[in-house]
């Protein structure tokens, strides 16, 4: 998958390796400035992401029971000129609680 003009890209990932399946077809979108990632398996984000570029912002929402919150840092190594992540976590066991962390350079 190559798309040069791609600047925008939301994406569900609700089946196992979903999440290193997209980052993977996604790190060959030169042009991807905003990514919107939606996560439903217990899968931590891949150790070596390959460089996103020109990715801008970031929203991250996980619906989890274990992960590893430290694997967001892959995503943040992998994207030199981020401006903006968001990080939504939301936790199944209790349908009401969400934790919001928002982080601005």
Same mark, same amino acid.
């Given at each position: 998958?190559?798309?040069?003009q791609l600047v925008r890209c939301y994406f ?10 997209? !980052?993977?077809? +996604?790190?060959?979108? =030169?042009? &991807? @400035? ?14 070596t992401v390959l460089t996103l570029r020109n ?17 967001? !840092?892959?995503? +943040?190594?992998?994207? =030199?000129? &981020? @401006? ?22």
């Open positions: 998958m190559s798309t040069p569900e990932g609700y089946s196992e390796g979903a999440m290193s399946y997209a !980052l993977t077809q +996604l790190a060959l979108c =030169p042009g &991807l @400035e905003t990514l919107h990632l939606q996560r439903y398996h217990n899968e931590d984000i891949p150790q990715l801008k912002q970031v929203n991250l929402d996980l619906f989890m029971g274990n992960f590893n919150l430290g694997s967001v !840092l892959n995503i +943040l190594k992998a994207a =030199p000129l &981020l @401006e903006e992540f968001i990080i939504t976590v939301r936790r199944l066991v209790i349908p009401f609680l969400e934790i919001l962390i928002n982080c601005s350079f």
